[in-house]
């Protein structure tokens, strides 16, 4: 018998007034309205109210309807809004671009960070198919993440990938996608795009300076050689040339030992010249192929240094691969043969080299000491331009070493599509 008055918030009061007047005005009005009432204990409660008129003859007769709480719907809306204001706030904030596309693969939402990266309206891209702004030449591998984000939904997709920009050209950039859905049913999907155009800079120029440090060490290096080797046996036959000037008359049967003497000295410091240069420059590279320029390589520091090399290599008889990608496996053996000499210790060493289809591929084996890769000393530049070597060919090196059980360097080179790319001509550089 009490008037609903009496139980709702003064806040309320006045839309619970309109609403009266509604339905007192129209029975059939239904009415559906969001109050505050007053609990028993003065707490203020949310209530969702659904009601409509009641009419006899025509003439109003009362209301009916329910009211629902609505607390907790309320609570997990405030927390909702408050996820989507962060996640906002990150997508916002964030470095990287922030997408999602629907089951088709098409636009639904694309963070404003597409805008400072290429040039682009994020506007504009909702209801797009993701490979409109793909890069053709790499669309295709695309595709093939595509179906495997189909295939398993929960997957995170890693591509890396070029965009289109509003300017025409390709900006370089990392895609990470995750689907949503059940496996072999995707419903949509969203992730991240990130802007590859500083890191490459850096990495760049960090190539260009670990080159310019290689090449310092190999003046080095060279310089080292000559010291220990040539310049000795000159000195050596400078001795023996004075000798000669005095014997030459006083004991001609020993002037002529000492013309013997010479002859080997010489015949020893042209073999060591020769060697060097070699290094420099495989002069029989081109004209007799990489088998040859690795064969004579492989005796030259056996001969040296007593170092066992076995050398294996089949599947070059046919067609050859680019001079670039013989010379990049030869100055890699060489590089691997000079870090076996100086920092392994080892009795023996093993190199297979195959092409087999589009590829040209080294394993070079030693059973030294061995070393952990992922602590090599700071200045030891050899891995570093060995990888960046195989790299700018588009492949790929691969060093797998425990400490005491020997070094084993994979490395895969492609031979089809390499026939363009700069000559890896600098000379070697060694891990000293």
Same mark, same amino acid.
């Given at each position: 018998?009490?008037?609903?008055?009496?139980?709702?918030? =003064? /806040?309320?009061?006045?839309?619970?007034?309109?609403?009266?007047?509604?339905?007192?005005? +129209?029975?059939? !009005?239904?009415?559906?309205?969001?109050? =505050?009432?007053?609990?028993? +204990?003065?707490?203020?409660?949310?209530?969702?109210?659904?009601? &409509?008129? +009641?009419?006899?003859?025509?003439?109003?007769?009362?209301?009916? /309807?329910?009211?629902?709480?609505?607390?907790?719907?309320?609570?997990?809306?405030?927390?909702?809004?408050? @996820?989507?204001?962060?996640?906002?706030?990150?997508? &916002?904030a964030s470095p990287d671009v922030v997408f999602a596309v629907d089951a088709d693969g098409r636009f639904t939402f694309v963070s404003e960070r597409i805008r400072d990266i290429a040039g682009l309206d994020p506007g504009?891209?909702?209801?797009?198919?993701?490979?409109?702004l793909l890069d053709p030449v790499i669309r295709q591998g695309a595709h093939g993440a595509w179906e495997r984000l189909v295939a398993e939904p929960d997957e995170v997709q890693e591509i890396r990938s070029g965009i289109?920009?509003?300017?025409?050209?390709? !900006?370089?950039?990392?895609?990470?996608?995750?689907?949503?859905?059940?496996?072999? #049913?995707?419903?949509?999907?969203?992730?991240?795009?990130?802007? $590859?155009?500083?890191?490459?800079?850096?990495?760049?120029?960090?190539?260009?300076?670990?080159?310019?440090?290689?090449?310092?060490?190999?003046? *080095?290096?060279?310089?080292?050689?000559?010291?220990?080797?040539?310049?000795?046996?000159?000195?050596?036959?400078?001795?023996?040339?004075?000798?000669?000037?005095?014997?030459?008359?006083?004991?001609?049967?020993?002037?002529?030992?000492?013309?013997?003497?010479?002859?080997?000295?010489?015949?020893?410091?042209?073999? =060591?010249?020769?060697?060097?240069?070699?290094?420099?420059?495989?002069?029989?590279?081109?004209?007799?192929?990489?088998?040859?320029?690795l064969r004579t390589h492989c005796a030259a520091v056996e001969g040296r240094v007593g170092l066992s090399v076995d050398l294996e290599v089949g599947g070059l008889d046919g067609e050859r691969a680019p001079i670039a990608?013989?010379?990049?496996?030869?100055?890699?053996?060489?590089?691997?043969?000079?870090?076996?000499?100086?920092?392994?210790?080892?009795?023996?060493? #093993?190199?297979?080299?195959?092409?087999?289809?589009?590829? $040209?591929?080294?394993? $070079?084996?030693?059973?030294?000491?061995?070393?952990?890769?992922? #602590?090599?000393?700071?200045?030891?530049?050899?891995?570093?331009?060995?990888?960046?070597?195989? =790299?700018?060919?588009?492949?790929?090196?691969?060093?797998?070493?425990?400490?005491?059980?020997?070094?084993?360097?994979?490395?895969?080179?492609?031979?089809? @599509?390499?026939?363009?790319?700069?000559? *890896?001509? &600098?000379?070697?550089?060694?891990?000293?």
């Amino acid at each position: 018998g009490r008037h609903f008055g009496t139980i709702v918030h =003064e /806040g309320s009061m006045d839309r619970a007034g309109a609403a009266w007047g509604s339905v007192r005005g +129209d029975p059939s !009005v239904e009415i559906s309205e969001r109050l =505050e009432l007053v609990s028993r +204990d003065g707490r203020l409660v949310p209530f969702e109210i659904r009601a &409509s008129g +009641d009419s006899r003859d025509g003439v109003f007769a009362g209301i009916h /309807g329910s009211a629902r709480d609505i607390t907790e719907r309320q609570r997990l809306l405030h927390e909702l809004g408050e @996820s989507e204001a962060r996640y906002r706030y990150l997508v &916002s904030a964030s470095p990287d671009v922030v997408f999602a596309v629907d089951a088709d693969g098409r636009f639904t939402f694309v963070s404003e960070r597409i805008r400072d990266i290429a040039g682009l309206d994020p506007g504009s891209l909702r209801g797009r198919h993701y490979t409109d702004l793909l890069d053709p030449v790499i669309r295709q591998g695309a595709h093939g993440a595509w179906e495997r984000l189909v295939a398993e939904p929960d997957e995170v997709q890693e591509i890396r990938s070029g965009i289109l920009a509003a300017d025409g050209t390709t !900006v370089p950039v990392e895609i990470h996608v995750v689907g949503t859905g059940q496996p072999g #049913r995707l419903e949509g999907a969203h992730g991240s795009v990130r802007d $590859l155009r500083e890191r490459d800079r850096l990495e760049r120029d960090l190539r260009r300076k670990a080159a310019e440090v290689a090449a310092g060490e190999e003046r *080095a290096h060279l310089a080292r050689e000559l010291h220990d080797s040539v310049t000795q046996a000159l000195f050596s036959m400078t001795l023996v040339t004075r000798s000669l000037e005095i014997l030459l008359e006083r004991d001609p049967p020993r002037a002529a030992e000492q013309l013997g003497i010479l002859r080997d000295l010489q015949r020893d410091a042209l073999a =060591e010249m020769r060697s060097l240069v070699f290094e420099l420059r495989p002069g029989s590279l081109e004209q007799d192929g990489l088998a040859h320029a690795l064969r004579t390589h492989c005796a030259a520091v056996e001969g040296r240094v007593g170092l066992s090399v076995d050398l294996e290599v089949g599947g070059l008889d046919g067609e050859r691969a680019p001079i670039a990608v013989e010379e990049a496996v030869y100055r890699i053996a060489q590089e691997g043969l000079h870090n076996v000499v100086k920092h392994a210790g080892a009795s023996r060493v #093993r190199i297979v080299v195959v092409q087999d289809g589009e590829h $040209l591929r080294m394993t $070079l084996q030693d059973d030294g000491v061995g070393f952990d890769p992922t #602590r090599v000393p700071a200045g030891h530049l050899g891995l570093a331009g060995m990888r960046a070597r195989a =790299e700018r060919l588009g492949g790929s090196l691969v060093v797998d070493s425990t400490p005491g059980q020997g070094t084993t360097i994979h490395l895969g080179l492609p031979v089809g @599509s390499s026939a363009d790319a700069p000559a *890896a001509s &600098s000379p070697v550089v060694s891990d000293g």
